[in-house]
């Protein structure tokens, strides 16, 4: 078993900033792809950032390309996405994923994934 818990979610004006955090126990976090989600109001969950085990290679949503970075800390076990110029649509509930150990598949989509955090809400005021 897998646990993610976000933090850091909250409410910002456009083109501020935020940094969400995501805390992961379980199993051994350092061989592990992980994810960063969102779900806007009404919509789907939708990919939003990517980070293989080591950090070495990372994918991002054309939407957030150039304006979120992830990054990790095998260290504390921990999963950041950095969001800048943050615009209205950036509006959504934002979730943290990782998946079952020997998972093969695009770590972009939903299907690779099989642990979830609860989310933290992320309002961008325009």
């Known amino acids: 078993q897998v646990q993610l818990a976000e933090s850091g979610g909250g409410l910002v004006q456009a083109g501020g900033s935020l940094r969400l955090s995501c805390a992961a126990s379980?199993?051994?976090?350092?061989?592990?792809?992980m994810g960063w989600f969102r779900q806007p109001p009404g919509k789907e969950r939708e990919f939003v950032a990517s980070i293989s085990s080591m950090g070495g290679a990372t994918y991002y949503a054309d939407s957030v390309k150039g304006r979120f970075t992830i990054s990790r800390d095998n260290a504390k076990n921990t999963v950041a996405l950095q969001m800048n110029s943050l615009k209205p649509e950036d509006t959504a509930v934002y979730y943290c994923a990782a998946p079952s150990t020997l998972t093969i598949g695009s770590p972009t989509t939903r299907a690779f994934y099989r642990y979830w955090g609860q989310g933290t809400q992320v309002t961008v005021s325009s």
């Open positions: 379980g199993r051994a976090f350092s061989s592990s792809v």
